[in-house]
């Protein structure tokens, strides 16, 4: 109902995670960095956490829509964390497009091994993707390490994503899982957004939205205050820039001024938080030097599929920042 009153043209903070709307924050970069080169590369194991709401499911989306173009890549995409190892099992191999019914345990895990290990020899990546992998019983990691093991001498014939919230982190540092803790080649970590970064996610999306005045429309003092409250997770400035949308159409403001946003915190209780969850060991800086090349290559084809859609390409340059390479 807003839409028409600030000129936009679609919903500028929808909470679902929608490729064509991603901010790459540094962070971002890295991470999907890692996701890309490690698939890319037969790195074999690889690990995305952060907290609740800071992109991870949308960066997967990004990496799922560039494979999907892939001609060489299959994938099974795992979004329930909460299955038992015989229904995670059926759940890939139904999702690779193998026969799955009536085979029990040691069947199926033969049949995915034999499937994974042909198309390695036809040098076809096949890739298993498991979202919410925090939600993942031990019974099923250990499945996964037994996964890990298909190789050959110089590279893995099964990529491995797994990505969750930081107890999948505490849950791979515990000893019962300490071999498949080795595994992992790659390992990033999402962070809330600071205030900069705040100001240009905001400002992005309502660009993409059509809005011909994005920082009259939430002004920095207003920024500021959506920063403080949402302490910079990317889901809570959604939720309070749509709340605060509606409410200054209810006034037929030009513009959202932070007592909007002091409100509407108050309205969702957004001084009222659980801290996140602690983990014991930092994440190990992540080397993508070498992933920079191919970070470009999946840019460069995103780029290319929100050249496509609608008009809005056309009215809106797309800003892509070059990934920030890390030197060690
Ligand atoms: N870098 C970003 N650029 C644009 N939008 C983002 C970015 N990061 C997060 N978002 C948006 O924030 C919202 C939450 O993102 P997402 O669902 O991917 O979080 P999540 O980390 O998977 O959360 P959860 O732990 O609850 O599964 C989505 O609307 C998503 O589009
Ligand atoms: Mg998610």
Redesign the pocket.
Known sequence: MYKAFYTLKRNP??????PS?????RR?NEALAALYYGVRRHKGFVVLT????????????CLLQSLRQSADVKYAYVFNGRLSPFEFLQYIAGDLGLPASGKNKSELLLQLAGYVVSRGEKKLTTVLVV??AHLLSTDILEEIRLLTNLETADEKLLQILL???PELDEKLDSVDLRQLKQRIALRSR?AS?DLNETQG?IE??LQLAGSPDASGLFPPETVAAVHRHSRGI??L??TICENALIAAYARQASGVTPDIIDAIATDFRLGIHTPPVETKKKTEELDVRKAAKTLLELYAHLQGEQAREEELAARVPVRVTEPRVTEQ
Do not use: M, S
């Not at 903070?13 to 929608?18: G, K, L, S």
């Not at 952060?50 to 989306?61: A, C, D, F, N, S």
């Open positions: 903070f929808e909470i679902t995670p929608d709307f991603l901010f790459p924050t971002h952060g907290e609740v709401g800071t992109g991870k499911t949308l960066l997967l989306r979202d919410e990505v969750g919230q999402l957004l996610y992005r999306r990317p889901r400035i959604n």
